[in-house]
């Protein structure tokens, strides 16, 4: 019985032997699937998954400008007429006027207020040299003030100074400006004339003699008479 049973096993063995070898190649090609098909199958489900869309919208960079404010005065609207002479105070008048290339030296407003002074029926007025320096340390002075003084200077001269014994005259009297570029005619016949108590002034007949002194934008008439 026992070699029965051991011959019965040997050939059940036998039959699987023989059956697996017949059956190698489709075990072979079971064992040897690849895993690409896997992974490929994923990659082709996570490809259809929408993609999801990304709006890049074009940026305009503006440089970053930085303006500081202004500080000063806000502009006032200068309504004033042209020519015309605005008194600002007993003394001083203020006129709009252009401006020439340069201002005028002080002979060359002496020569134009002489050719005024006789086209009006007042008399040639004589230089004087006295009166001249005078006039120019009067006329630095202003330029360095950058204003007129309301004839202040003038008057401490003449009154606390011994002014008229120094310049050598029994009656004094001034005109002065600042801020004015004109040549010598405009200077007379535009400025000086603008307003009546300047215009008098320098038409006065009772002058004889004059010195004129200039520094910057600033003049200083000095008019004399009673010279001893």
């Known amino acids: 019985m026992r070699k029965v049973a051991k011959w019965i096993i040997l050939l059940i063995e036998i039959v699987i032997i023989v ?17 690409t098909p896997i992974v490929e199958n994923i990659s082709q489900e996570i490809e259809t998954q929408p993609t999801p869309t990304i709006k890049i919208e074009k940026m305009i960079v503006i440089p970053t400008t930085i303006i500081q404010k202004k500080m000063g005065p806000t502009p006032t609207v200068d309504n004033q007429p042209w020519g015309v002479a605005k008194q600002i105070n007993d003394v001083t008048w ?3 006027v252009g401006e020439d290339e340069k201002i005028a030296t002080a002979k060359e407003i002496f020569g134009a207020l002489n050719i005024y002074r006789q086209r009006n029926g007042s008399q040639v007025l004589n230089w004087d040299q006295k009166l001249a320096d005078f006039a120019q340390t009067r006329a630095k002075y202003l330029n360095s003030i950058k204003s007129v003084d309301k004839h202040a200077g003038f008057n401490d001269f003449v009154e606390n100074q011994d002014g008229f014994n120094k310049l050598g005259f029994t009656a ?29 002034n320098q038409l006065d007949n009772r002058w004889n003699y004059a ?7 600033a003049t200083s008439l000095i008019f004399g008479t009673g010279k001893f």
């Open 211 to 217: 010195g004129i002194g200039v520094d910057g934008l």
């Open 172 to 200: 004094l009297g001034e005109n002065i400006s600042y801020g004015y570029k004109l040549n010598g005619v405009h200077i007379i016949e535009w400025m000086y004339a603008g307003d009546k108590d300047h215009n008098d």
């Open 19 to 35: 059956g697996i070898f017949k059956n190698l190649d489709k075990i072979r090609n079971t064992i040897n699937v690849p895993v």
């Open 94 to 96: 203020t006129m709009k």
